[in-house]
């Protein structure tokens, strides 16, 4: 085991680092200048009679997805150049498909350079197109887990795009704890693994407490009617604040908004824009979606390279829990990273800055390249 340290700068991430309100400085030069990456090409593929943990069913999920590039088969036959982007809680894949990530990343000469590998970008159950609440069950659809939704990622890569072996896996947030997931699931069928904001443990202490907060925000709103509102009821505009807090850095909101009448400002225009796109009954799947998530008990069952990534500023996964440098300890081929507060510090949403971490995503690789 290591512990590393470096990291970049922060505004707020609204939904638990997914969606970013401002970028850093090298991301705001003119799109004329922007580096270029492959246009994604989308597909769904539909899970017949689909099982959930809880033992309810549907007849047909819908599980939406993007790739970029192109697979390629080894003399083996199979698939060697795949990489899984997993994306976090209220996200989708279309929130890598921008300069801060794909920009970096999946760019000519980048580490995931879409020329050379083939992106796997899924929506999760419950996010983006795929199968949800709001499609028109509403509080009906079924309970589902994280298990469910690992369960649907592993169908897309085999099933709906005939992968069976993938190069990475990179996990931001939620994204990243279904990255330990698959590393306990499905061992061996990956070389190795990015979990990026997140800890290998089940979710306690003020991470829970803040997400029970925005659940029961809604549940106890008597607009919410179990489900059945006609419009968004107010309970979610505290659960939004919720959001923001659990996503934002202290150092870039104090930097960015100054005065009470500029942090008044934004706090109400914020809100606004995101009770506009967020459904409620959506919101509370997902979030409750991570109620018995709890991979430390298998850890030891990893035995590919892991590059575990957290920063000093994550409201979310604080370094003085200590959680991570000492389950990490139990990963054979495990390495813990420490991004410190800096300038260019995003809070949590700096999963989602490879330009701070990129550095260790390519010692990952050099270290789990195949023989």
């Known amino acids: ?118 992106i796997i970008l899924p929506d999760d159950i419950g996010h983006g197109k795929s199968s949800k609440p709001s499609d028109g069950l509403h509080a009906r659809f079924p309970k589902y887990d994280y298990e469910d939704m690992v369960s649907a990622e592993h169908l897309v890569v085999t099933k709906a795009l005939g992968v069976d072996h993938l190069r990475l896996i990179i996990g931001t947030s939620m994204g990243c704890m279904h990255t330990w997931m698959w590393g306990e699931n499905y061992p061996g069928e990956a070389d190795a693994l990015m979990p990026l904001a997140c800890m290998p443990v089940a979710i306690a202490g003020r991470n829970r407490v803040a997400r029970k907060m925005a659940i029961d925000a809604i549940r106890s709103d008597p607009e919410w009617m179990d489900g059945e509102y006609k419009a968004q009821p107010r309970g979610l505009k505290t659960a939004i604040d919720m959001l923001m807090l659990m996503g934002s850095s202290a150092l870039q909101i104090q930097k960015l908004y100054p005065t009470r009448e500029a942090a008044d400002e934004y706090l109400e225009k914020t809100q606004a824009a995101y009770m506009k796109t967020l459904d409620a009954n959506d919101f509370l799947y997902q979030f409750d979606s991570s109620r018995n998530y709890d991979p430390s008990k298998d850890l030891e069952k990893i035995r590919v390279p892991v590059m575990a990534i957290n920063s000093a500023d994550d409201f979310i996964n604080p370094p003085e829990l200590g959680i991570v440098p000492r389950e990490i300890k139990r990963v054979s081929k495990g390495k813990f990273v420490v991004l410190p507060i800096t300038d260019e510090t995003r809070g949590h949403g700096t999963h989602s800055l490879p330009a701070i971490w990129s550095s260790y995503l390519a010692e990952l690789l050099e270290e789990s390249q195949p023989k």
């Open 1 to 118: 085991m290591r512990l590393h340290c470096n990291y970049l700068r922060a505004v707020i991430a609204p939904v638990l680092g997914l969606s970013f309100l401002g970028a850093s400085g090298f991301l705001l030069a003119g799109a004329q200048t922007a580096p270029t990456w492959p246009e994604a090409s989308e597909g769904d593929y539909v899970a017949k009679d689909f099982h959930f943990k809880d033992g309810s069913s549907l007849p047909e999920v819908r599980l939406h997805y993007r790739v970029l590039g192109q697979p390629h088969r080894g003399a083996d036959g199979h698939v060697d150049n795949a990489v899984l982007v997993l994306h976090g809680t209220g996200g989708s894949g279309t929130n890598f498909l921008n300069p801060r990530f794909a920009g970096v990343l999946f760019v000519p000469g980048g580490l995931l350079d879409a020329s050379r590998y083939f």
